[in-house]
Nanobody
Framework: QVQLVESGGGLVQAGGSLRLSCADS??????????MAWFRQAPGKEREFVAV????????QYADSVKGRFTISRDNAKNTVYLQMNSLKPEDTAVYYC??????????????????WGQGTQVTVSS
């Protein structure tokens, strides 16, 4: 069974940085064959797309709200995807989830295109 485990969340002041990690700790699938993405959900709001990294390499996409501040990357040898978050704002406060795409999905911001999700990690940005 695929199990994605996020880590790296926490409390940070506005303007600070955090690096989230998401690992397939059991190495249960071929990481390099799947697009990986980050979504987030703030209290009382719907889950929203943050960033995606294509399985085919070299292609990423970001939500407008994080463009220029967040960077998604992956290490296929470690079955891990990362989200480097800089210049954090209070509005970035949310639970952050990583997700694995269904096969053949290249870049997608649609939650239904992802079949496995991590349990989430809380990011809180204080003003």
């Amino acid at each position: 069974q695929v199990q994605l485990v996020e880590s790296g969340g926490g409390l940070v002041q506005a303007g600070g940085s955090l690096r989230l990690s998401c690992a397939d700790s059991g190495r249960t699938f071929s990481f390099s064959f799947h697009t990986m993405a980050w979504f987030r959900q703030a209290p009382g709001k719907e889950r929203e797309f943050v960033a995606v990294d294509s399985w085919s390499g070299g292609s990423t996409q970001y939500a407008d709200s994080v463009k220029g501040r967040f960077t998604i990357s992956r290490d296929n040898a470690k079955n891990t995807v990362y989200l480097q978050m800089n210049s954090l704002k209070p509005e970035d406060t949310a639970v952050y989830y990583c997700a694995r795409s269904r096969l053949a999905i290249r870049l997608s911001a649609v939650p239904d295109d992802y079949d496995f999700w991590g349990q989430g990690t809380q990011v809180t940005v204080s003003s």
